[in-house]
């Protein structure tokens, strides 16, 4: 995306240099995050939100959902969000606390101009945020940094808004049992992290016929368990663990507001999310031959030719979930899915990132196939990886750390193929790595994947010695190769 001009700001009303109680910090790539009662108050919020509503507002806007997760900041947020908002002019729809998905499933189904859901997600607890849509799609990067220089100046309206209350929840339950159906006898466990799942996922499978055993099913935003991250071994030790006890066809983790999925087998391994988009993007190209699939750099090697062997045309993009939307919304993909375990389902879904639906879809393709969860990778190559490996560094240098590894490999990508659409990624013919620079953290992300072990500590010591003179800590990179050895 371009960069933005003084004078871009200027005619929205704001001004690079003016000073402000609103932090730009704050507004990240893909949403508002920081920490609560530092970063974030209620007075911010709702400053927030009046901007906002006159951001949607100058496009006709009318009417805003406005949700929020379980922690203990979240609703004192909300309440402040919709008074910003509808000091703007705006109306607003409160739907209190749900899941992400299902404040996304009511943007749609109410038919409204937008969203904002109040989420700190799989973040430590001290933390929270701000996830907002126009329509059913992300506003995110420079947009957001626009929606700061509007909050600097914004001023309330005469002719304010409402806020009515509505219970969405046996609306979205009713849509996803008329989506699915099950036959008796399916058993599944789940981990809700103590997020927004618990609440939604239970009645939600138990209404389809499916019998659930959950773990950490309190909401409970001090997250006294794990933090609610799938996507981080560590924290499904207890599901993998449960699932290879009992008698369970799979296991489903949730993380904190329900937009990403975790996938454990039934003999409790767990599978990539990577995976698990290809075996969605085999499903649907059943039903659409030669449509679209969108992953982001961060993927196995294996799913671009898997992709097309299935008869798709795979696209790759960069990380985000916000860019994976937009991507979608470009190239009408059938899905588009992530690493970290945001899948969007376009085909017989509703385009946007839905753990239950991403669950549940699971469980069809399974049926359907009369097929254990395990039987839909058995196919897929045994390698060797690390899980997304995060690199310390400070924000001042990560961009240019990448940047130099860039120059680098472009003088010498040491017999590999060189894509630097989101960092630098150097696929081999017995593996691939990839850095790139966390849009979210101070830290670089690497993934390294081998053929076996030998491969993948090859190349995470081509990793290690380009990043050996730069100004990051690499502990954790070696903590992960030493695994491997």
């Known amino acids: 995306m371009k960069d933005l001009s003084i004078a871009e700001f200027d005619l929205i009303g704001g001004s690079m240099n003016q000073p402000s109680d609103l932090p730009l910090g704050i507004f990240r790539t893909y949403d508002i995050r920081g920490i609560v009662g530092e970063d974030l108050t209620s007075d911010r919020v709702r400053q927030i939100g009046l901007g ?33 908002i509808c000091s703007a002019g705006l109306d607003v729809i409160e739907i209190h606390h749900v899941p992400t998905p ?62 009515t209350s509505k219970d969405i929840l046996n609306d979205y339950f009713a849509a996803r049992v008329d989506r699915f159906s099950f036959p008796q006898g399916l058993k599944v466990a789940i981990d809700c992290g103590n997020g927004t799942a618990g609440p939604v996922a239970i009645p939600l499978f138990e209404k389809l016929g499916i019998e659930v055993d959950a773990l950490y099913a309190e909401p409970d935003g001090t997250f006294p368990n ?11 030790k207890a599901l993998c663990e449960k699932v290879a006890q ?34 969605f993007a085999r499903h649907l190209l059943k039903e659409v031959p030669g449509g679209k699939i969108i992953f982001d750099v961060k993927c196995t090697d294996d799913i671009e030719p898997a992709i097309r062997q299935a008869g798709g045309e795979p696209i790759l993009s960069k990380t985000g979930h916000s860019i994976i939307k937009e991507k979608m919304r470009e190239t ?31 469980l069809e393709i399974m049926v359907q196939n009369d097929c254990k969860c395990s039987d839909l990778f058995a196919d897929i190559p045994e390698k060797v990886s690390t899980p997304e490996v995060k690199i ?28 630097d659409l989101d960092g630098v990624r150097l696929s081999f013919a017995d593996g691939w790595m990839l850095i790139r620079a966390s849009n979210t953290t101070a830290n670089l992300t690497a993934r390294i994947e081998g053929q076996d072990s030998a491969a993948l500590i090859r190349i995470g010591e081509i990793v290690e010695k380009a990043l050996s003179d730069q100004p990051v800590e690499l502990a954790a990179l070696r903590e992960a190769l030493e695994s491997n050895r």
């Open 52 to 84: 906002l509503g006159l951001h949607l507002a100058a496009e006709n806007a009318r009417e805003i959902v406005v949700g929020h997760d379980i922690r203990e900041s979240s609703p004192d947020f909300a309440a402040a969000l919709a008074e910003g």
């Open 102 to 163: 299902v404040l996304y499933w009511a943007v749609k189904h109410l038919n409204c101009d937008g969203g904002v859901m109040i989420t700190g997600s799989h973040n430590p607890i001290d933390y929270n945020g701000l996830k907002i849509t126009r329509g059913l799609y992300p506003i995110w990067g420079d947009e957001l940094q626009l929606l700061h220089a509007k909050c600097l100046t914004s001023k309330p309206v005469e002719n304010t808004g409402s806020r």
């Open 226 to 236: 794990h933090l609610p991250d799938p996507e981080v071994p560590k924290y499904m």
């Open 246 to 279: 009992g008698d369970y066809v799979c296991g489903f983790g949730f993380d904190g507001d329900s937009d990403r999925v975790g996938l454990i087998d039934e003999n409790g391994n767990k599978i990539s999310a990577d995976l698990l988009l290809l075996a």
């Open 332 to 362: 009408g993909a059938i899905l588009a899915g992530e690493l970290s375990g945001h899948i969007c389902v376009n085909h017989k879904g509703d385009g946007f990132d839905d753990a239950f639906f991403a669950a549940l879809l699971t």
């Open 392 to 419: 310390p560094v400070s924000e001042e240098h990560k961009f240019g750390v990448v940047d130099h590894l860039v120059d680098t490999f472009r003088a010498d990508s040491m017999g590999g193929n060189l894509v």
